[in-house]
T-cell receptor, first 116, second 114 residues
Framework: ETGVTQTPRHLVMGMTNKKSLKCEQH?????MYWYKQSAKKPLELMFV???????ENNSVPSRFSPECPNSSHLFLHLHTLQPEDSALYLC???????????????FGPGTRLTVL | QQQVKQSPQSLIVQKGGISIINCAYE??????FPWYQQFPGKGPALLIA?????SEKKEGRFTISFNKSAKQFSLHIMDSQPGDSATYFC?????????????FGEGTQLTVNP
């Protein structure tokens, strides 16, 4: 596998379900991100992890819970979601810090989430 | 101050024509301006990026023009092809620091007719 991978690619869940999205980056980066992409809206940054530490939580509801066990893996745990949470969830990674060539982010293909 | 405004929302161009997408920003601390290309079912992919020390950057058929005083930058696609049909996002970020965020525009859906 190369780049940034995400599983599953599609997910349908009920409002009472608990599910998790997984992201893995094979680029040796030290920062990972979760974005939400809804139709006709800009990409919304949800969470940022730098060196496994969460550095940003962009006012995301607590029904979304991120986890970053190491610099290569990122999870988004979902519980009691609402229909308006249906969207494409994108993971990205980048190299940040003094030796980084600006914040060039590499995206995964996304998980298309539908909440019934 | 963190917004990046992108226009047009959609664009239809004939094959061989020039596609132009514009973005404007407010935060003068931004110093990195990438463009991302997204095909259906795929995540955004970096297409080309510019820093404010130059006014233009060209890579193949893709050119970024940057106007620092006007706080605007644009993407030009020369000799547009049907394979260029995709959604294009401009973005901006500040100095590279730990976990620095990218602020994205709303996106432009480009259709190139054969």
């Amino acid at each position: 596998e190369t780049g940034v991978t995400q599983t599953p690619r599609h997910l349908v869940m009920g409002m009472t379900n608990k599910k998790s999205l997984k992201c893995e980056q094979h680029l040796g980066h030290n920062a990972m991100y979760w974005y939400k992409q809804s139709a006709k809206k800009p990409l919304e940054l949800m969470f940022v992890y730098n060196f496994k530490e969460q550095t940003e939580n962009n006012s995301v509801p607590s029904r979304f819970s991120p986890e970053c066990p190491n610099s290569s893996h990122l999870f988004l745990h979902l519980h009691t979601l609402q229909p308006e949470d249906s969207a494409l969830y994108l993971c990205a990674s980048s190299q940040v810090g003094e030796r980084a060539n600006y914040n060039e982010q590499f995206f995964g293909p996304g998980t298309r989430l539908t909440v019934l | 101050q963190q917004q990046v405004k992108q226009s047009p929302q959609s664009l239809i161009v004939q094959k061989g024509g020039i596609s132009i997408i514009n973005c404007a920003y407010e935060n003068t601390a931004f110093d990195y301006f990438p463009w991302y290309q997204q095909f259906p079912g795929k995540g955004p992919a970096l297409l080309i990026a510019i820093r404010p020390d130059v006014s233009e950057k060209k890579e193949g058929r893709f050119t970024i023009s940057f106007n620092k005083s006007a706080k605007q930058f644009s993407l030009h696609i020369m000799d547009s092809q049907p394979g260029d049909s995709a959604t294009y996002f401009c973005a901006a970020s500040g100095r590279r620091t730990s976990g620095s965020r990218l602020t994205f525009g709303e996106g432009t859906q480009l259709t190139v007719n054969p």
